[in-house]
């Protein structure tokens, strides 16, 4: 009697790789550094750098009385104080 050859069976891990090969490419990144992990206190700030395609687009320091940001290739920030964010965002929500 003859033995049929039956087909290989993906492993789990190479199921997984098939998925995670599937996910779309992300056309924005985000990378982050904290200087301290209390924000009450003076000099912390959440550095975020924002990049979309590879290329950067600028970066957003925040701290607790405001936030800063920095263009692309600038060295001069733009300081935007929390209430004024606030207004912007209700305008921009509207």
Not at 77 to 82: G, K, L, V
Request: aromatic share 6%; proline share 2%; hydrophobic share 40%.
């Amino acid at each position: 009697m003859a033995t049929r050859k039956t087909a290989a069976r993906p492993t789990v891990a190479t199921r997984h790789l098939k998925k995670v090969a599937a996910a779309p490419d992300r056309k924005h990144t985000v990378k982050a550094s904290l200087r301290n992990v209390d924000l009450t206190k003076a000099t912390s700030a959440l550095n975020l750098v924002l990049r979309a395609d590879g290329e950067k687009l600028g970066e957003l320091v925040v701290g607790r009385g405001s936030f800063f940001w920095y263009a692309r290739n600038s060295k001069k920030r733009q300081r935007i104080t929390w209430s004024d964010f606030a207004d912007l965002m209700d305008k921009h929500a509207k």
